[in-house]
Every structure is written in C-alpha cells, then in structure tokens.
C-alpha cells in the first residue's frame, strides 16, 4: 500500500494528464510559452536587453539555476539599465499560476490587473512557460 | 502503515499496473482524477474496497494534497 503524500494538487500542477470534466477546460499548461527568454539575477540588463530584442519577445523570466522563478521583466523593465544588474530593475515575487488552472480564471485575474503576462511554474516554483493576454484570447477564453 | 512516496515513484508505479485510488468526493474525482484512477471515497472505502480492489496488486491511494 503506498500514499501519494502530495496528491492531486502535486500531480496537476506538474502538468501532467489527467482525467475527467475538467480536462476538456482549456488550462493554463496548454497555452503557456515555453520558450519564452529567461535570465539570472547577477547577468547586466544591457546585455539581457540585446539578447531578449534578438527573440522577438518583450518579455524576460528571471530563474535561479534551478529554473525557479525570482522576478520578471516585462516592456518597461527590459528598457531600464545599462550595466545594473537584472536584480536592481526586476519586478520581483510576480503572481503565478499553475498549469492546470482553467484559463478563464487566470484571464479574470490578469484583466483585473491588467498584466500583460504571467508565469507560470509548478507547484515547487519551477518555471512552466510564461501565459500572454493574446494567446489567451486566441484559445477562445476572452 | 502505507509506504509515503512522490509523483516520480506514482508515475513508476502506474506503468508497473498498480492500482490507483483517490478518496476524495466522488465530484470531485469527476472533476479530475490521475490517468486510469478509481474512485474510492473515504466514507464508502472500508465497504468499497474489497469489491473493488485486487489485493494481488499494489495499491496507491491520494488525496487533494498533503493536509
């Protein structure tokens, strides 16, 4: 007899499959952006900038080495800095949602707060990917 | 006294054909359930579980988290 000690929140935040009325909801897992750009707390912004703009992306997640979550650059943060270190121009601690939160109430929030994006992590604070408003909006949730 | 193991050593089990149990509400258990799970809720296990279950093969057991 064995015991799942971290259960059913464990597993679905993992993203993994699951079963039941639920799966059919579009999740947070599905539309998050895993390759969105990330960098470290100590790396200068100038250089953080320059390899972010080459992406394509205006947005940056900022990961210890363990891929854990510690802050966010979006728009206006990747304009700030020259040689400070990502630590000093990051919005650090930012909401974060698990991948199998249905995606309706992750818009709710993020509408609420106007957030252009979001990260979401597992339950341990690993990065998932990062969820944009847009992409919501083109799974049908708005 | 069950053995207390995490997501990596559930997912092993599962592929070796353990079966798996969640006691929580049967609402619940509709809503989102792991892959293959039966539904067992805590009030009904003990009148339950001996129909449903085949002591032959592992059995796993969760809930919605550690509380």
Not at chain 2, 30 to 43: K, M, N, T, V
Request: with cysteine; proline share 7%; charged share 30%.
């Amino acid at each position: 007899m064995y015991d799942y000690v971290g259960g059913k929140l464990d597993w679905l935040a993992a993203g993994l499959a699951s079963e039941g009325t639920n799966a059919t909801r579009p999740r947070a897992g599905d539309v998050a952006r895993r390759e969105v750009p990330t960098c470290g707390l100590e790396e200068p912004m100038r250089a953080v900038r320059e390899r972010v703009a080459a992406t394509g992306w205006n947005a940056c997640v900022v990961v210890n080495e363990e891929r854990v979550v510690l802050g966010l650059l979006r728009a206006e943060e990747l304009q700030k800095g020259h040689d400070e270190q990502v630590q000093r121009v990051m919005r650090p601690g930012p909401s974060t949602f698990r991948p199998h939160v249905p995606l309706d109430d992750i818009l709710k929030f993020m509408v609420a707060h106007d957030l252009p994006n979001t990260p979401i992590t597992t339950s341990d604070g690993t990065l998932v990917g990062l969820i944009r408003r847009e992409d919501v909006a083109h799974s049908g949730s708005e | 006294m069950p053995q207390e193991i995490d997501r990596m050593h559930v997912q092993r089990l599962m592929r070796e054909g353990a079966q798996v149990v969640e006691v929580l509400p049967r609402e619940e258990f509709e809503q989102d359930h792991l892959p293959g799970a039966i539904s067992l809720p805590l009030r009904s296990l003990e009148t339950e579980a001996r129909g449903k279950l085949d002591s032959a093969r592992p059995i796993l057991v969760y809930c919605w988290d550690t509380a």
